[in-house]
């Protein structure tokens, strides 16, 4: 991992660790697993006019984290998280903050990319959308992953975060049929990449923005990564840690 990456992504985790300290519960494992992806496209990918659009929406925490990073959601704002006199809820809200879409609810978040990208067919903008592999069960992403290529948009940017985990089940318990993945991609017209996702210089190498097809980066990641006692537990789904945990995890972390 590069070192700004590295460091980056310490900063991303400690701030949702210190946010967890403040509300009963979030959704800390699948915001950790999705922390290296989040962080290349807003630290190096991403272009001012493009759009990003958090499809897997119960992860808002990471989406606001990254955005008071870089300055667009003040301290005093992310303090007040799920709290009654603050604008930040579980889930992003639409055009709060600059946020691109309103998201939570499982399987709208590409079919939003997908009218984005038609409208901008003409421009160099892309459209990211980072999604869940078990969000990957709604029928509604597979009836757009088929409206995309065959509408050819090659200007959206897939990246699933593939942690195999969905609540408290893991996905290729309950649907060992999506598997494996990128087969599928393949044939409904798309190309793809499998990566690391928790390696920041694979996912850049991997992440294929000038693809002819519709692009799906499968990134293999560990819900709760990195911390020793929350990865691959499905309790951390929507759990805050305790103080305790909180400092190991927070050890762990800088350790990391």
Known sequence: MQPASK???????KKILDISQKVSALHVGGAFSSVELIEKIFFKLKEKSDTFILSKGHAGILLYSVLNILGKI????????CKSKGD????P???????????????????LAAGMAIAEMN??????????????????????????????LNNIVLLVDN???????KTTDTHPTLYPIDKKFTSFGWNFANCNGHNSLE????????????FALIAKTIKGYPISFMKNDPKWHYRSPDLKEFKKAMDEIKKN
């Open 203 to 214: 996912i850049e190498k991997k992440l294929n923005l000038n693809s002819k097809k519709p």
């Open 88 to 91: 930040l809820g579980v889930h």
């Open 74 to 81: 003040k301290n005093q704002e992310l303090d007040l998280y």
């Open 7 to 13: 460091e980056n992504c310490k900063l991303i985790r």
């Open 93 to 111: 809200d639409y055009n709060n903050y600059g946020i691109s879409a309103s998201t939570g609810s499982l399987g709208h978040g590409l079919g």
């Open 123 to 152: 421009t160099t903008k892309k459209i990211f959308v980072l999604i869940s592999d078990g969000e990957l069960q709604e029928g509604s992403v597979w009836e757009t992953i088929l409206f995309i290529s065959s509408r050819k």
């Open 163 to 169: 942690n195999n985990l969905q609540s408290s089940t």
